[in-house]
């Protein structure tokens, strides 16, 4: 048993400042959890207070059935790959992999065979005899993955480990890397602030803000339902469009007014937020959800073009409508216009989101 | 060449040649003149400088005191730089761990290194006075024997590597603790979960990480102690007998005692000679570890 829990753990820097404030999160055993989050979001901060390298001031953590709160990361069995790979520089790949099996007093015949079955599953054959500085970003990742397999831990802790690479490789590693949790099938706590990688490699999220839980769920059910503006503006770039609106009538004629886009709501969606037409709210749309042409639950909405980004398979549009409200599409690839065009986009109201202007929170949500 | 590369090499030595020229005139001159009397017949009588070929070298070889000097020179500076390595990595280790008043300790440290060492030379003489030194006042109020610290031929080395430790270990935490300080952290953490406890860090990161600065302050530290006079020359003169007669010391007395300037050239250029070989000989190490 590896689940981790972490139960109302928090990292009090004095002061009244919290890297973490008060976070319970359940990650099962043999998931691929995905903590994501903007710069100081305590992301990092909670990897690190699972691995033991961050002090806990408040509350517990759990791996298996072991607390953890009080050990020091040696005898937590965790391995953790850091965002700078945090090799040893002075010693060859081998000895990089062998540092942490030597510690623990595996013997040198398990040790040698752990090595040469990590090398050979992230090729890294060929290079066990240099330095860490002979090699490329992306060996030295595998060498950082390498020493964490061949440790055999309950845990994997990633700190944003793909973030020095470059595009290419890092959508190449982002695949190796799911395989290799499938192939293992240990439980991995992965940090990004990258939503792509979040949506791709996780089998849940867990999207942070201020040193706090905004949602947890599966990848496309936090997409779908997102449960505030901020997850909703996250985890998708471009953001999704948030615009101020307001809500009249009742649950057979819901008539919406958000700056630009007027009209009635489609049945479903009329149905939905019926209780919403008391009071202030935020249309929220996805870019991929104002389209190029118009269909049975559209609503039009007209602006000048001011972005234009043709990316070869679709396009991204952004327009400004007269009333000064930016609004992006994304759209196939033979919908584009020249830059200040004047072009008319339509809303797909039975995809909105509808949030509540006090707090952020999602409509839906609620009940 | 391109005209860039040209006038970047041209501008590169024009920044250079004052600081050249000041270098070869106090530095080059003196050392090429000492050059020409260690192969002359030049001495403080008869001053003519009259070309010997290496007949000084070859004199100075030739004399058991000469290598009495030289392996006392060795022994000396080895066991001192040893002894200043030591416990120089261990107060630097130390200061590593401090928050609270770090610049103060850091103050009293080097204050050692702050002192000429003849002032410190004087000051230990009085410490170490036979009959009134507060060190042997001390260990006759505790009812212990009292030591003639400089007078005694068999501890007078000792003595002087001693207080040569207490002076030259500031400068070597002073290096250290930087070096210390441009350590990454990083592959401390991945130590920590590695399994590695403090002394496992230590032995298999530290170390190791720390090779480049400590072999510069083997080397400077090596270069400081195969050239120290001032203390032998204010606390024991060479003495008792020849017992803490360093190289430098037997070419100055060799110079200015026994008016043989060639000879004291030619023993003084040996010495060069050593400490070139020697700061060589590191570079050539380090250069083939980062290799």
Same mark, same amino acid.
């Given at each position: 048993m590896t689940a981790i829990t972490l139960d109302s753990i928090s990292r009090d820097y004095g002061?009244?400042? /919290?890297?973490? #404030?008060d976070v319970s999160l359940t990650i099962d055993e043999g998931e691929f959890m995905v903590l994501l989050g903007?710069?100081?979001?305590?992301k990092s901060t909670t990897l690190r207070m699972i691995a033991g390298l961050e002090e806990i001031t408040a509350g517990r953590i759990r791996i298996g059935a072991r607390d953890? $709160?009080?050990?020091p990361p040696r005898d937590r069995n965790v391995a953790v790959v850091f965002q700078s790979y945090a090799? /040893?520089?002075?010693?060859?790949v081998r000895e990089n992999m062998r540092f942490g099996m030597k510690m623990r007093g595996t013997p040198v015949a398990e040790q040698d065979r752990r090595i040469a079955e990590a090398a050979s599953i992230l090729g890294l054959e060929p290079y066990?005899? #240099?330095?860490?500085? *002979?090699?490329s970003g992306g060996q030295r990742q595998r060498v950082a993955l390498g020493r964490a397999m061949v440790r055999e831990p309950d845990v994997f802790l990633m700190d944003?480990?793909?973030?020095?690479?470059d595009a290419k490789l890092r959508g190449e590693m982002r695949q190796e890397l799911v395989k290799l949790h499938r192939r293992l099938g240990k439980t991995m706590v992965f940090v990004t602030h990258d939503h792509v990688e979040a949506m791709t490699m996780g089998d849940r999220i867990c999207i942070m803000r201020d040193g706090h839980i905004e949602q947890v769920g599966p990848p496309l059910e936090v997409y779908a339902n997102p449960a505030n503006t901020f997850v909703a503006q996250f985890l998708a770039s471009p953001a999704m469009n948030l615009i101020p609106a307001s809500l009249a009538g009742d649950a057979t004629r819901l008539t919406l007014k958000a700056g630009p886009i007027s009209g009635d709501l489609p049945p479903a969606q009329a149905a939905l937020y $019926?209780? *919403? *037409?008391q009071e202030p709210a935020i249309l929220g749309l996805r870019a991929e959800d104002v389209l190029s042409e118009p269909t049975a639950s559209t609503l039009p909405v007209a602006g000048k073009v001011i972005v234009r980004e043709a990316l070869g398979a679709e396009n991204l549009i952004g327009i400004e409508t007269a009333e000064g409200i930016a609004l992006s599409a994304r759209t196939g690839r033979d919908f584009l216009p020249a830059f200040g065009d004047q072009v008319t986009l339509h809303a797909d109201m039975a995809r909105m989101h509808l949030f509540r202007a006090s707090d952020g929170k999602a409509w839906s949500r609620q009940g | 060449m391109s005209v860039i590369a040209r006038n970047r090499i041209r501008a590169g030595w024009g920044f250079a040649a004052p600081g050249l020229a000041m270098l070869a005139l106090v530095m080059g001159i003196p050392l090429f003149y000492a050059l020409a009397i260690s192969l002359s017949?030049?001495?403080?009588?008869?001053p003519e400088l009259n070309l010997a070929g290496l007949a000084n070298f070859a004199k100075i070889m030739s004399e058991p005191l000469f290598w009495h000097s030289l392996l006392l020179t060795l022994r000396y500076s080895v066991a001192a730089v040893i002894g200043e390595f030591i416990i120089g990595l261990g107060i630097a280790l130390m200061l590593r761990q401090v928050i609270a008043m770090r610049g103060f300790y850091f103050a009293v440290l080097t204050l050692p290194m702050a002192m000429s060492p003849v002032a410190v030379a004087l000051i230990w003489r009085m410490l170490l006075q036979?009959?009134?030194g507060i060190i042997n006042q001390s260990l006759a109020a505790m009812g212990l024997p009292m030591v003639d610290w400089l007078g005694d031929s068999s501890i007078a080395l000792s003595t002087l590597i001693s207080i040569d430790i207490w002076q030259q270990t500031s400068f070597v935490v002073l290096l250290l603790s930087a070096g210390l300080a441009s350590l990454p952290r990083e592959p401390y953490e991945a130590a920590e979960v590695d399994g590695a406890g403090p002394f496992a860090q230590f032995w298999y990161i530290t170390l190791p990480l720390l090779r480049p600065v400590s072999a510069i302050a083997i080397v400077i530290q090596l270069i400081n102690e195969f050239r120290t006079y001032d203390l032998i020359y204010v606390l024991t003169k060479g003495g008792p007998?020849?017992?803490?007669?360093?190289l430098s010391f037997f070419a100055y007395k060799r110079a200015?005692?026994?008016?043989q300037i060639n000879e004291g050239s030619a023993a003084a250029f040996l010495l060069l000679l050593i400490i070139l070989v020697i700061t060589v000989f590191f570079f050539w190490l380090l250069e083939r570890r980062k290799a």
């Open positions: 002061s009244g400042l /919290y890297g973490v #404030r903007p710069s100081g979001c305590g953890v $709160t009080e050990l090799l /040893y520089p002075h010693m060859s066990l005899d #240099r330095k860490p500085g *002979a090699l944003e480990p793909l973030s020095n690479l $019926t209780k *919403a *037409a | 017949t030049m001495t403080m009588i008869r036979p009959n009134l007998g020849v017992s803490t007669e360093l200015f005692q026994g008016l």
